[in-house]
């Protein structure tokens, strides 16, 4: 065996003790969900366990990338996916993609059913203006659309939150997520968040730690407040009397970002309580159940 000849057998036989140190043990996850139901609108907590620690690990399902997030190990990760509020029944497979510590990278599939969901209809009466906005107003509501939309397409890759999520009002719910809205007769887009009934003035806290990102007077929301809790979860909470927050502020859960009131588009004093995922809206009740230490059955 000449010199090349001699480096060509240890190339090979190297590459293929990598390839069988590889397949001896290659990286594969045990995965349990927790969710309320597996239907439009809500929050499904993923639980991937692998058989060595990970140097990151990703879902993609319905066209989006979800985050997971390690334990001090790096062998159990966690993850929130959203179900949008649109989304048809069907199988979804979420495809998850890992990366050991050593750099091999390792695909795995987990199916996800979801059912079909009936939301509740429901008829309001409000200011005319509301329904058919001033003409004078169409550019600032479009502006304001503009802002909250950019604010949550935003994904910090950091993850601010954590630990379970606390309803920022005592109140119970007055109007359901989800409800499709025909105000003043004629039909608009579906409830994308929780109404909690509330007096006016009820102080509003923060359901987890966040940087508040957006505190402002909105046309159909009145005194908005968004809270960026990292990793595409947002919460936004809308019709304030006051504000108790400014924009950059970071706060901890349960610390007070403003006050219960009536501005914008309202019947009457409550909390509206939106919460994004990743741009898909779901049930913030259905946040608090996932990340509670509750039975869900
Ligand atoms: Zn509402």
């Known amino acids: 065996m000449n010199l090349p000849e001699l480096a060509l057998t240890l190339l090979i036989s190297f590459f293929s003790a990598g390839i069988q140190g590889a397949e001896s043990d290659p990286a594969r996850l045990e995965i349990s969900q927790r969710f309320r139901t597996l239907q439009p609108g809500e929050v499904v907590l993923i639980s991937a366990t692998s058989n060595q620690p990970l140097k990151s690990l990703e879902g993609k399902i319905f066209q989006k990338t979800f985050y997971f997030y390690p334990d001090s190990n790096s062998t159990l990760w966690s993850g929130l996916i959203g179900i949008d509020l649109n989304i048809p029944a069907d199988l979804y497979r979420l495809n998850l993609q890992g990366v050991t510590l050593t750099g091999s990278r390792f695909d795995q599939v987990h199916d996800l059913r979801v059912s079909d969901k009936e939301f509740p209809t429901r008829h309001v009466t409000v200011e005319q203006k509301y329904v058919d906005p001033p003409p004078e107003e169409l550019k600032r509501i479009g502006q304001e659309s503009k802002r909250v939309k950019e604010l949550f397409s935003t994904t910090s890759p950091a993850r601010i939150w954590e630990g379970p999520f606390l309803l920022p009002v005592p109140g119970t719910t007055t109007s359901g997520f989800g409800r499709r809205s025909i105000i003043n007769g004629k039909a608009r887009s ?38 960026d809790h990292g990793q595409g979860l947002y919460s936004y909470f809308a019709h304030l009397s006051r504000f108790a927050t400014e924009e950059g502020e970071r706060v901890v859960a349960g610390q007070i970002v403003g006050h219960v009131g009536a501005t914008g588009r309202v019947t009457g004093p409550h909390l509206h309580w939106t919460v994004r995922l990743n741009q898909s809206r779901v049930d913030p009740l259905s946040l608090i159940a996932v990340l509670s230490g509750q039975d869900l059955d």
Do not use: Q
Not at 202 to 209: E, L, M, R, S, Y
Not at 215 to 224: A, E, R
């Open 190 to 227: 579906p409830h994308s968040g929780t109404d909690l009934r509330a007096k006016e003035g009820t102080p509003v806290k923060a359901p987890n730690a966040g940087l508040v990102v957006l505190v402002s007077n909105l046309y159909f929301s009145g005194n908005t407040v968004i809270v």
